[in-house]
């Protein structure tokens, strides 16, 4: 992927944030800048990566305040990129960069955050790459990182153009820990020993392609939990195991990788028979979900945060 269509990609972002807010839910917070991927870290807020200005944000979910947890970290070079996801060990924070090693001499990587304003690459994720390409056709060597996740010590690290997740140990060790066919794995959640990864599916991300499946550290199996939403980019827990997945809404079909048509994208609660309970729609652009007790906490490309109130069904919600 050149620098150009890579800029293409950003100019289609910006006409769907430009286009309005999210209609379902309420507005929490608004002003994010390249606001991505989020975690529920210390003190059950809520922190969002901010891409265009190498920043985290905390957000009270009760009050929406936000401060500042991390600033400093390599930012957007070409508008997308830059900060992507961010995650906690205990009460350490590690944040996952991405595109930006390709135009600007900062490392695509995990960063472990030491504090308000200081930081130490721990993997650099660009470089493993590069060094063990996939054998999927790619057209960026270094990947496109797109969620990490806490898990059993360590870090998982989906990459959605090299379609694996990799392994990050905090001493900076990278492996593979499972890799796919051409499915663009997106989101995760952990339960347990066990992975829940949403899938989008290759371009053109067909409802039937979009799925939430799981897997284990040891088995080679992957059980698809769910299917049938387009462009699903993340897979959260909520109360009593209730699970649920984020889904942009049907692909623009203008080129692979932009994205999909705003207000379109949705919450679903994943069934025990592997459909999809809608929970709300008309969302967009969503890139990420939190949820807290029984509301959902939705991140969009607009820079905003929108609270769903109870999204379980029963016995979980109300």
Known sequence: MTEQSIKRILATLLVGVMLGPLTAGAQLVTGLQGSAGSTVGPGGDIFVTEGL??????????????????????????????????????????????????????????????????????????????????????????????SIEAYRGGLLVSDGHHNRVLWVSQDGEISEFKTFGNIVPTGMDVSGKTVYLAQTGAAPHLPADGKVVSFGPKSDTVYVEASGAPLLLDVEFGRGRSLFALSQGEWNGQFPGSPAIPFDGALWEVNSDGSLRLIADDINLPTSVEIIQNDAYVVTLAGEIWRIEDIASPAFGR
């Open 53 to 146: 200005v190498g920043k985290v944000s905390r957000v009270d979910p009760r009050s929406g305040n936000v401060t500042t947890f991390a600033e400093g970290l390599p930012p957007s070079v070409i508008g997308i990129g830059g900060a992507a996801d961010v995650a906690f060990i205990d009460d350490t924070g590690y944040v996952l960069v991405t595109l930006v090693s390709l135009f600007s001499p900062a490392a695509d990587g995990v960063y472990r955050i030491d504090g308000p304003n200081s930081y130490t690459l721990i993997a650099d994720l660009g470089a493993y790459s590069a060094a063990n390409p996939p054998d999927t056709p790619f057209d960026i060597p270094t990947g496109v990182q797109w």
